[in-house]
């Protein structure tokens, strides 16, 4: 074990990562140290959460308060990354607001009680609408990929909790790409009396925003025990970010609904003043019918009455009894209108109204919707739709309410003006489509969603390293681009600085390739197409799939980075015609590094200044270039053969003996390995990702070529020297002080980025120090929570990739190193002690569970075909009633037991290793 501060291990029971918020917390009156009217326990906002949604769909943020944020569901803003003005339109303006849901309780002989399932202070109106209040509290569990929210509020006697979540299933990537998610309410009656709740859901309408005629059309249908509420436009601009369809449905319970009106009625804006004479300043809402009723009033208009309602007050005065009585009775189909007639008729001594109180009203309502429908400088407001569910609940009994929002915006627009599309085109027409595959679909995508979920909670290493391997996998759906013609991207940062980025793919795209490997592959062999004939790999899509980064060939890590990844792709899929069609590319990447080596020493020592460090000079042969050298090296031999090239093999091994040799020579000074060497300067600079490729290589099974001494002691000053609780690792500290301190104001040295921090600390696991690991997960997940970001890690820009290398905690903690190829599993987990963790591949995923004097591997899900293992200290291997297999060889490192016949690891059994 590397030597280390005295850090526990952080090991306990199993657990989800819980947030709280609360509708300021208020205790009782209390005496210490001075009496106080109320005490209220504040803390930060969350200023991210949850992604929902699928790869490369767009999402929709929910944050720990219960509201729904973000909606880069529109192929435009951060998501879309820069489109010009004319294709990027007008912003739908979809905010916390757009998408509300809200419960009623009613107890024979009480007053009804209706609440927000939201803590957001701005959404409340207490001075119109003080019967509707936020809950008193909620109760965040984030086990990505499914979220439950727990509503606290002690005056309703009922508890309510949501499950919520987007299918997310591990080599599923077609059901993980479905544009929508599920909200599943479960209501449980904790009084002696039956209650009958509501729950009701409120959504705007974003559509051809913009557009002066919307043509939105909102349609509700109803099947079985669904209905559900479809927002359309027949709208055609320049801009078609908005142009799509937007469906809402509800299950379980006895629905109402509004199929469309205006959105300030629903309250998803500001209130609506009413103009009329009959009153000064009548505002009008739909909850305050809701709160007296507990349902929606079943409106069925599909369009904005002001397209049809287009009479002047000369021609209204014209009508006949009948055609007024008729006017009234179509534009009461909208439940705003409605409710106009409808108070106007209360105030009737008869209860009806004349037929001169008819065409009164028809021209107020003609002036009323001259404003909502936009026909003065802006766009109609008309479209927001609402769907209710209400279930009686006998005391100590439960019902569940499931709503699910799906999405359909096939207009993908890159900066060049092409129409790429989206991916899930391919698969529905619709949001009404998505809809319905999402709720015909419902059971097997919720139970193997929460299996997955459930497996990555499962482990007794604590919250903060579980959530951090499965948090940041958010990012895998926030920041995604899966286009109609199949191709696939990730953002860096989302928004920012390019796509699929090789650099940042190296550190953060373990996740991926473990769960989506067909996604991962085929991004590596589009891109590759683009190769220089010098070898030089690009370094990032530049808008669409057709252009990479023109400024970023001079790179000089990024030609290393590739050829490891290609292998660490092999080892994990046996992908054959994969590295067939790549290895020319290895081949030519491998020669232009080679010839960065002036001086014969085996090193890159030429043009190595600009690396992904990019704003961070570096000269000679730095240690993070050359580190990345010798893992390329390692990984080349492996590839050259596997593809029966042995003579380039043997040449890269000659190449690899003498840089090992040089590395540790030139650039090792007692303690750790410099930032650089040039000629006879040195800088003794401590870089955390001086040993990259060593990371790297070591993670997916390969052995280090550098002394084990001298590796052990530059993981141990990194730790001792760039890490402290409060901060995390800084990329680099300048021990010596001198020049070395001058270099630390610059940006990224003296910087913190949580991607190199989970790597390096899934490197000190790696290598037996689970302590150290842990302690720098812990400081990374302090650090993001106390700033209300724990989903939204940084660096250049927001949800940046890099920061999914949090998955390498998980692979490192397990010591789980797949050789497909060979069917061979090396499974030496460096944690010392009992512990249990899921494990997850390509192809199937389960719990590992190690104590003492045996390993158990469960399979989950899917199947894991083997022949041999890989272990330490163990030495015999059975399969349910098998016959156990025995050790057959032994290098010191590990014992190797070989299975006579294949073994097929799969969903539901165990393979016991004692």
Known sequence: MIGSKAVSPVIGAPQRMVMQHHNGAISAVVQSPDEVACQIDATIAMNSGVALGGIGTGFIELRPDGCFYEWLIFNNGPWAGGLPANLAGV????????????????????????????????????????????????????????????????????????????????????????PGFYLNFTIENTSSETVTVSLLSLLDNPLARGCKKRMLSNVLTQHGA?????????????????????????????????????????????????????????????????????????????????????????????????????????????????????????????????????????????RNLHDLAGEGDGDSSWGAGALASEVVVAPGASAQVRFALSWHFPHHFSRYGEDMGHMYANWFKDAAEVNAHLNRRYGTLRSQTELFARTLADTSLGGPMAFAWSSQLCTAVASTWWVKAGHYSIWEGLGCCGQSTIDVDFTGNFGVTALF??????????????????????????????????????????????????????????????????????????????????????????DTGYQSYDQWGLRGSPSYV?????????????????????????????????????????????????????????????????????????????????????????????????FDSQTGVRNATAPHGGRGLLVLNNLQAGGVWSGIEYAFASCMIDHGNLAAGAAIVEAVHQRYRRAGSPWNQVECGDHYARAMSSWTTLLAATGFKPDMPRKTLTLMPPVRGAFHAPWVMAGAFGTLRHSKHKLELTCLAGELELKALRVRGFTTAMLGHSKPAQIQRADGAANTIEFGEPLHLQAGSSLIVS
């Open 626 to 722: 050359c580190s990345l050298w010798l893992g390329a090296l390692k990984a080349g031999i492996v590839l050259a053969e596997a593809q029966g090239q042995s003579a380039q093999a043997e040449a890269w091994r000659k190449i690899l003996a003498e840089a090992s040799q040089s590395f540790d020579k030139i650039l090792f000074n007692g303690q750790y390995y410099r930032l650089w060497a040039d000629g006879s300067q040195r800088s003794d600079v401590c870089m955390t990702d001086q040993l990259s490729g060593e990371w790297f290589t070591h993670l997916i099974g390969l052995k280090a070529t550098l002394p084990q001494a001298h590796l052990q002691s530059a993981w141990d000053s990194v730790f001792r020297l760039n």
């Open 226 to 366: 669904t209905t559900s509420l479809t927002m359309r436009t027949d709208a055609t601009p320049e801009s078609k970010t908005t142009i799509g369809s937007l469906c809402l449905s509800a299950t379980g319970g006895r629905h109402s609904w509004i199929s469309g009106t205006y959105s300030q009625y629903l309250g998803t804006r500001k209130l609506p003043v009413w103009h009329t004479r009959r009153m000064n300043f009548m505002l009008i809402d739909a909850l305050q019918p809701f709160y007296a009723k507990g349902k929606l009033p079943n409106a069925p208009a599909t369009h904005d009455p002001a397209e049809t309602f287009t009479l002047s007050d000369a021609q209204i005065n014209a009508l006949s009894a009948k055609e007024a009585s008729q006017w009234i009775e179509q534009l009461s189909q909208d439940a705003m209108i409605e409710r106009v007639f409808a108070d106007a008729s209360h105030t009737s001594p008869d209860g009806k109204l004349s037929v001169e109180a008819q065409k009164q009203l028809l021209r107020e309502v003609r």
């Open 91 to 178: 912003s739908p303006g979809m905010g916390p607001a757009s998408l509300q849901f809200l419960v009623r309780t009613q107890q024979a002989g009480q007053e009804p009680k209706l609440r927000r399932l939201a803590l957001r202070a701005t959404q409340n109106n207490l001075y119109s609408l003080g019967y509707v209040q936020d809950v008193a509290s909620i109760t965040f569990d984030a086990w990505f990929p499914m979220t439950t929210l727990h509503y606290g509020d002690p005056t309703l006697p009922v508890n309510i909790k949501a499950d919520v979540f987007s299918p997310f299933i591990p080599g599923n990537a077609r059901e993980s790409g479905s």
């Open 517 to 606: 490997p067909e996604l991962s592959l085929s991004r590596m062999t589009w891109m590759l197409q683009f190769q220089r004939p010098n070898g030089q790999v690009p370094h990032t899509y530049a808008g669409d799939f057709s252009h990479v980064d023109q400024s970023g060939w001079g790179r000089v890590d990024l030609n290393p980075m590739f050829v490891m990844m290609v292998l660490r792709d092999y080892l994990w899929t046996d992908d054959r015609d994969y590295v067939k069609n790549l290895w020319p590319h290895v081949v030519k990447a491998m020669q232009y590094t080679a010839s960065l080596d002036t001086n014969g020493d085996g090193l890159p020592d030429k």
